[in-house]
Every structure is written in structure tokens, then in C-alpha cells.
């Protein structure tokens, strides 16, 4: 890209459908730049790797702030198992400690108890505040950087800053996407047609590695399509997969397990 030369990018799809017309045993470094040219011969609208500023900074602002999110949470939790030993019943009047307010309480309920679980909860009701000042400062951070990228993400239902920085992080320029059902399928929300208990299985596989690459922030938005239960070799009434399913994605807002509410 510095000397000026002409960069495109491959998808891993195209790359692997011309290897497989080889008929080569095995993958190989020479098979691999053999497909990879002929890729770059045939097609004419491949995507350039150059990379928009604001949206790298997106993305990289978005998943530390995934990071902290995930670091309080597993904080919280420990506060949970320790409140659980010294103040069993404690839940009733804490049921999370999402807030300034709930935090104190706790503060307030191991007040004089000298024990080392209570100087540890101590500790830990210090790192979470430290996590939540910080996380407070991402999020303006990620709100400036929206607007420097003058996104129209935020006018849809349901699409919040910190949503429409995940899905700008995650995507990139749009413009490296060939069409509509190419970002649905790289965003794991295309609808997926098949039948028998395979294909349910092959539906719990999609939609994990949806969340994988960010697309469970769409699927929020705008549900996981799904074929028809008939067509799945399903009864009409039958099980059907939730796009909102339990997932490591689930707390990108900021939320608590629930396993000790």
C-alpha cells in the first residue's frame, strides 16, 4: 500500500472454492497463493484492505469496553459468593449491583465485620466503581467517535451508540461488502432453509458463529429469520431457536448474570 501497489482483499470463501477445484491433497502456502491469484484475476469488485480511521478506533474503543464489561462482571460475581457465606438472605434487599446505590448498600451491610471476606468485598466494591468511572469514560469516548463517522445507525429502532459502534467496529467500510445478502451472511442473519435434527444443530452452529463475529448486536435488532417449521421437519408448534439466546455477547450493555439475583 506505501509503494502504491493495487491491495485487494480475498475472502476466505472464494479462496477455499477455488482450491477445492484443484483437486490437490491436502492445504498447502503454494496451493493457497495459486487460488488466492486466481481470485484476484477473475473478480473485478474485490474490497481494498485500506481501513477507515474512525471505524479502527471503533472497534478498538468497543472491545476494550467488551473487556471491562466482562472484567466486572466476573468481579461482581465474586462479591455474590462472598455475600452469600457472610449474609446469606443478603439478596433480597441486593438483587444486583449494577449501581452506585447497591454498591453502597453492601458497603453498608459488612460494616465492623473485620473477617477477610469482608475486607475482600471490600477490595472488590473498589475495583468495580474504579471499572464503572472507567467504562462511563469509554462511553463518551465511543459517542464522539459516532459522530466523527456521521453513522445514521442510531436513527433505527433499537440501535444505541454502543450497539451501532460494535456493528461500525466489526463491518468496517460497507462499502468492502458485495451486497445485501453478503453482509447477512458475514453478520450470521441470513435465514437458513433444511430439514431434520441436523439442521437444527447446523442452526445452533450459525448462530454461535454469529456471536463470534460480532453479529449478535444484530440480531438484537432485527431477530434471526428462520424457515418455516414445515420445512424444517419441524410440527408447527414445535421448538424454535431464540436469537436473543445466552451468549458471551450478552452483557456488551453492561448487564449481570442473573444465576445469583
Known amino acids: 500500500l506505501e ?9 476466505a470463501a472464494l479462496a477455499h472454492r477455488e482450491r477445492k477445484r484443484e483437486h490437490a491433497k ?34 478498538l474503543l468497543s472491545d476494550y469496553r467488551y473487556q471491562l464489561v ?5 468481579v461482581a460475581n465474586r462479591v455474590h459468593k462472598e455475600l452469600v457465606v457472610i449474609h ?22 459488612i460494616k465492623g465485620d473485620c473477617s477477610v471476606r469482608a475486607e475482600l468485598i471490600r477490595r472488590r466494591i473498589s475495583q468495580l466503581r474504579a471499572i464503572d468511572h472507567e467504562i462511563a469514560g469509554l462511553n ?7 459522530a466523527e463517522s456521521g453513522t445514521t445507525l442510531t436513527s433505527i429502532a433499537g440501535v444505541g451508540s454502543l450497539v451501532a459502534a460494535r456493528i461500525l467496529g466489526e463491518v468496517g467500510d460497507v462499502s468492502r461488502v458485495r451486497s445485501k445478502a453478503a453482509f ?20 445452533c452452529e450459525y448462530v454461535r458463529a454469529a456471536k ?40 456488551i450493555e453492561g448487564r449481570e448474570p442473573r444465576s445469583h439475583n
Not at 509503494?3 to 475472502?11: I, Y
Open 184 to 203: 447477512a451472511q458475514m453478520a450470521g442473519t441470513a435465514p437458513l432453509h433444511g430439514a431434520g435434527a441436523i439442521q437444527i444443530g447446523a442452526e
Open 88 to 109: 446469606p438472605g443478603y439478596e433480597k434487599g441486593i438483587r444486583n449491583l449494577q449501581r452506585k446505590p447497591q454498591l453502597d448498600k453492601v458497603l453498608m451491610l
Open 70 to 74: 466482562c472484567t466486572r462482571t466476573k
Open 3 to 11: 509503494a502504491g501497489e493495487d491491495v485487494r482483499e480475498v475472502p
Open 26 to 59: 491436502g492445504k498447502s502456502d503454494p496451493s493457497d497463493a495459486v487460488a488466492i491469484a486466481r481470485v484476484v484475476a477473475r473478480e473485478e469488485d474485490l474490497p481494498s484492505p485500506v481501513r477507515d480511521a474512525v471505524l479502527s478506533d471503533l472497534k
Open 140 to 146: 463518551g469516548q465511543i459517542s464522539k467517535k459516532l
Open 212 to 251: 463470534a463475529r460480532g453479529g449478535k448486536v444484530l440480531q438484537r435488532s432485527h431477530p434471526l429469520p428462520q424457515a418455516p417449521a414445515r420445512e424444517r421437519g419441524l410440527p408447527a408448534d414445535g421448538p424454535r431457536l431464540r436469537s436473543g439466546s445466552i451468549g458471551p455477547l450478552d452483557n
